[in-house]
């Protein structure tokens, strides 16, 4: 373990950890500099400081930090969202349409979006790394999840995250990538005619990905730290 403290005038001590595989960074009082030396030779466990997540957008299931890489994952509940579809050869149409439970992730390197991915869930109770995933059941989505989208090259801050979220769904949507994302044996435009008349997603349209919480976030987040099998690692075991 590497440990890094800054020291400037009028400030508290500036401590950065580095154990080879993550780093935290903090501003630390000296009690906590010399129980952090405590903890770190095994003296006393009690000694370990509390490491805090930043403020999060509201319905955050997961963030999680390495180095300048950050993910963030929000759980969207199932309700009706503002849906533009692209058609070839006319103006977009303006829709509402219903959508399922969705996890949306992001990944951020530095301030920038460098990556995001989307699956829909089925379960209403919270998630955990049990939890089964199913197929974005419409376009834009690849079959490893992640989106065909392009966002402006800008910084983005984790409050902006919410809002990059409801663009994806209102930014004109085609056929691209639909293929037989749903069990709905629909057509593109008619599975989208089919919505706007309905008032919830169907449920047995969803097609199973045949993966949990846990084999998916691993994709982007590898070996997240959990004390246990039956919750979603807190943000403070993440850092």
């Known amino acids: 373990m590497k440990v890094v403290i800054t020291l400037e005038d009028g400030h508290l001590p500036h401590v950065q950890v580095t154990d080879g595989v993550m780093e935290r960074t903090y501003d630390a009082t000296p009690e906590t500099i010399v129980g952090l030396f405590a903890a770190a030779n095994g003296d006393d466990e009690s000694y370990s400081p509390w490491v805090a997540s930043p403020i999060l957008p509201p319905n955050t299931v997961l963030w999680a930090k390495r180095n300048t890489e950050e993910c963030l994952v929000l759980d969207i509940p199932a309700g009706t969202q503002p849906w533009v579809l692209d058609v070839k050869g006319g103006e977009p149409t303006a829709l509402l349409i219903p959508l399922p439970r969705l996890l949306f992730l992001f990944k951020r390197q530095g301030k920038r979006i460098v990556e995001e991915?989307?699956?829909?869930?089925?379960?209403?109770?919270?998630?955990?790394?049990?939890?089964?995933?199913?197929?974005?059941?419409?376009?834009?989505?690849?079959?490893?999840?992640?989106?065909?989208?392009?966002?402006?090259?800008?910084?983005?801050?984790?409050?902006?995250?919410?809002?990059?979220?409801?663009?994806?769904?209102?930014?004109?949507?085609?056929?691209?990538?639909?293929?037989?994302?749903?069990?709905?044996?629909?057509?593109?435009?008619?599975?989208?005619?089919?919505l706007t008349q309905k008032q919830a997603f169907p449920q047995e349209w969803l097609a199973p990905l045949q993966i949990t919480w846990a084999?998916?976030?691993?994709?982007?987040?590898?070996?997240?730290?959990?004390?246990?099998?039956?919750?979603?690692?807190?943000?403070?075991?993440?850092?």
């Open 117 to 194: 991915a989307l699956v829909a869930v089925v379960d209403e109770g919270p998630i955990t790394p049990k939890t089964a995933l199913f197929a974005y059941p419409l376009s834009n989505v690849y079959d490893n999840t992640t989106c065909c989208w392009h966002l402006p090259d800008r910084p983005y801050t984790l409050a902006d995250i919410p809002g990059l979220a409801r663009s994806f769904f209102s930014t004109p949507n085609n056929w691209d990538l639909y293929n037989a994302r749903n069990r709905s044996d629909l057509d593109y435009r008619a599975l989208i005619g089919e």
């Open 215 to 239: 084999d998916w976030i691993a994709q982007f987040v590898p070996n997240p730290d959990s004390e246990a099998d039956d919750h979603l690692p807190q943000a403070e075991e993440l850092v």
